[in-house]
């Protein structure tokens, strides 16, 4: 355990914003300048301390390693690699949705075990009111 009664062996969060842009250049085998150059462009977006300052995470720095595979490797230009990042995001909170949106059926369904499940049918009801039948 470390002296603030944590164990040491953790590894740190993923989200703790403890690096800063010259620790995670380093990290990111980048120079911090393109880091900086990341961040105007929307690539990451690190936190910002009270004096402006940016703070890295490991997610982050993650992040830049990625960017930079996506780069040199498969050779994707920026706005592209952007692109993946946003849609990248956007998978993630959709499956996380699905995974809250299941768990919460599993509980009513638990809840309410009255329920009678009905078969999917590929009919089609049209109802009419009775005057109009009539006609």
Do not use: C, F
Not at 8 to 17: T, W
Not at 72 to 94: C, F, P, S, W, Y
Not at 95 to 111: D, G, K, M, N, Y
């Amino acid at each position: 355990m470390s002296d603030t009664g944590t164990p040491r062996n953790l590894p740190p969060d993923p989200d703790a914003r403890v690096y800063v842009i010259s620790v995670a250049a380093e990290l990111a085998g980048m120079h911090a300048q393109t880091l900086r150059n990341y961040d105007r462009l929307g690539l990451v977006t690190p936190h910002r301390t009270s004096g402006g300052g940016r703070r890295y995470s490991p997610r982050d720095v993650e992040l830049l390693r990625e960017v930079q595979r996506l780069s040199q490797d498969e050779g994707v230009n920026l706005a592209g690699i952007k692109r993946i990042i946003e849609l990248t995001n956007h998978v993630e909170a959709l499956q996380q949705r699905v995974t809250e949106l299941s768990t919460e059926v599993a509980q009513l369904r638990s809840a309410r075990r009255d329920l009678v499940p009905v078969p999917r049918t590929n009919a089609l009801v049209v109802w009419k009111p009775r005057h109009a039948r009539e006609s």
